[in-house]
DNA sequence: AAGGTATGGTCTCAATGAGATGGTGTCAAG
DNA sequence: CTTGACACCATCTCATTGAGACCATACCTT
């Protein structure tokens, strides 16, 4: 059932919710909203379009004008591949890679201090990352339409998501062997 | 500062904690201990440490008996990469991937039972990761040494982590539309 | 001795990562 | 009015990783 990758579908899904757009906004508006939980790298939001086209989900028009930039429209098939995804409940599990839990892990091999400095650049990181999130959420209109609404559930995610990770990374700054949460 | 991937370090890791090995052995670890935080594919345990023996952090060794598995050790080269690594506070970001937080971005565009079919499962999803990180836990021994304590810091970490989604993804289940903490 | 199962290893093709490179439109300062 | 500077926009290449097929050996059981 997993026709395409994720990747796909943040392409197909981000012009079905804002309008055909170019490689160039996909990137903005990746780099905005869903690099936190699906990072894609620039250069795939130009190859990712062409072939989606190629494949008929999305159509492909070419300005006129100066610039002669490329657009992407979704097709009716393209809609109907998004909505079977979104419909579908079983995914994959997430996947984590955090260079600072690898150092945490591996730490008995090296000096002691080396715990505290990388704790307290960590705590800093997620705190950082926590006041993003949470001044975003202070910006969204509380009008109740279900973009609003889809875009603060996941923020509310990533609030909880960085508390709980800035809350250990100082605690463990503050004593590297405490044992209760 | 950064002179290889955090994978390198993973096998380097490994075999300074538990001796040298062969890479059947690393990936029978990698799956019990760090895919949650640093996932690995088994090809790759092949792959790497015949490259870090190449550069001299690694020594190759065939044995003469039956299966003439290749074993790698730890050189002192390979020792002081791995001190240099753990002693450098500045870590890259952490990377995740989830597609269930992608579905749940994109719920707007899709039917409003999918939300609650989705957060159910991965609500299920997430409590068995926290019983399995509790129960982890509670097996450690209390002996003091600081390979357990180092165990037990990342363990913590898992479970307030499961435990924060597993909370949020049940709280979506029961209302979607809820926007407190 | 046959077959099952866990152990152990290699290979290939596709996809992504990482980032260098280069062109185009716009606007402000000279 | 023209020349930089800068933001915008796009493509390309090479290395690395992903995904998984495929194969071989040893041991254990019936």
Redesign the interface.
Known sequence: MAEYS?AR??VL?LI??HGAMTPYELKSRVED??Q????ILHAQLYRIPAELAQAGLLREETETAGRRRRIFHLTAEGRAA??R???D???????????????????????AA?IV??A???AE?HRGWLAHYESLRADLDPAED??Q??????L??G???E???A??WES?AAD????D?
Chains 1, 2 share one sequence.
């Open positions: 994720p579908y943040v899904g079905a919710r909203d869903i936190p939980f699906w990072p998004l909505e995804w979104l419909a409940p079983d995914t994959p599990e997430a996947e984590t890679r955090d260079p600072a839990q690898l150092k945490l892990f591996f730490a008995d091999l090296g000096a080396d400095a990388l307290t650049r960590q990181r279900s973009r609404r889809s875009r603060a559930r996941l509310r995610l609030v909880l998501h508390r709980a990770h809350e250990f463990v590297p062997d405490r044992l949460d």
